[in-house]
């Protein structure tokens, strides 16, 4: 059994059922998000690499003002990072903030059955 002082050592890595309201409405941004066809496909592309703008832009066969708002929504969400290089922008998947938001509630609960066993 985990004791009290083991499960605030973890407390960044914790279950769904813990998460405080902004926690739980972080994860919910990231959910909604990724809620999309188009932003789900915009999240791969990043993720095999950095890529511009222009680059998500040509990839779809829709409005260039469709693209920005996906891509807005990706931002706001933490999903996407934004680097301004002259005119070009570099749009990074943050990795980071994806596993601290998701994978930590998962994680936390494969801690929690290991210490049962």
């Known amino acids: 059994m985990i004791d009290y002082p083991i499960y605030i050592t973890y407390r960044n890595n914790m279950a769904l059922r813990d998460l405080n309201d902004k926690e739980l409405d972080d994860v919910l941004e990231i959910f909604k998000a990724l809620a999309s066809p188009v932003r789900l496909l915009i999240a791969r592309m990043v993720c095999e690499r950095p890529r511009y703008g222009y680059e998500i832009e040509e990839a779809f ?13 990706m931002k706001d969400a933490g999903l996407l990072k934004a ?20 994978l930590g509630c998962i994680e936390h609960d494969k801690l929690i059955e290991n210490s049962k066993a």
């Open 83 to 102: 680097y301004k290089e002259g005119r070009k922008t570099l749009f990074v998947l943050q990795t980071g903030h994806i596993k601290s938001s998701l």
């Open 61 to 73: 066969d829709c409005e260039r003002t469709n693209i920005t708002k996906h891509v807005n929504l």
